[in-house]
């Protein structure tokens, strides 16, 4: 079974924190995605890598930054931030015609 | 860019069939995606479609008009356990890898 983790279910930061957010897949996959989920808007794309150091940004990189320093790791990193980055955040990695999430971090930012 | 339209909500009583439709727009093509998301879950991938007809697959068939933009998800013999949302997604051509959702369709499964 793939298995993708994400390094927290809930968090709570405050304006102006730093924030990283975790995503280890066990499947070797190269490709590695970061989405944030909101009522209505659906899964929009921030973030991607098809290989170790190599990232892409997506639909709405503004705020986030990427790390990508080993194949099975992705990190999402908030460098201040902001209430409305208040959101699900999911991360995938995908093989073929497939993706597979990870259960989701809340994050919640006062 | 991509623009993909499907219904919000829908309602379906046990043991009956529900056809959820997606529409899209894309610049390109590559193929089109069903996911199942439980409240408080991850999405679960469901179907992939890149060339025209229907995909059965158990209970659930997914269909694919490219000249039509247009796919739905057919859920025969509805579970309560069905009730959840579902995702269509799309994968353009340009190489980009990743894929653009729609915003989900909310099925709530009735007694």
């Known amino acids: 079974d793939v298995k993708v983790t994400q390094s927290s279910r809930y968090l709570v930061k405050r304006t102006g924190e730093k924030v990283f957010l975790e995503c280890v897949q066990d499947?070797?996959?190269?490709?590695m995605f970061w989405y944030r989920q909101d009522p209505g808007l659906g899964l929009r794309l921030i973030y991607f890598?098809?290989?170790?150091?190599?990232?892409e940004k997506g639909d709405i990189p503004e705020g986030y930054s990427v790390s990508r320093e080993k194949k099975e790791r992705f990190s999402l990193i908030l460098e201040s931030a902001s209430t409305n980055q208040t959101s699900m955040y999911l991360c995938a990695s995908r093989i073929s015609n497939e993706q597979f999430f990870g259960p989701g971090t809340r994050l919640t930012v006062l | 860019g991509q623009n993909i339209d499907q219904p919000t909500e829908m309602t379906a009583t046990e043991g009956a069939i529900v056809q959820i439709n997606c529409t899209y727009q894309t610049s390109g093509f590559n193929g089109l995606f069903w996911y199942q998301q439980h409240a408080g879950e991850a999405p679960t991938f469901l179907s992939y479609?890149?060339?025209?007809g229907l995909e059965e697959k158990g209970r659930f068939s997914s269909f694919l008009s490219r000249s039509k933009g247009y796919s739905y998800l057919l859920l025969k013999e509805l579970q309560m356990k069905d009730s959840a949302s579902y995702l269509c997604?799309?994968?353009?051509?340009?190489?980009?890898?990743?894929?653009?959702f729609g915003s989900g369709t909310r099925l709530q499964v009735q007694p």
């Open positions: 499947m070797d996959h190269e490709n």
């Open positions: 890598s098809y290989d170790v150091k190599m990232k």
């Open positions: 997604a799309v994968r353009d051509s340009t190489g980009r890898r990743a894929l653009t």
């Open positions: 479609n890149v060339l025209d």
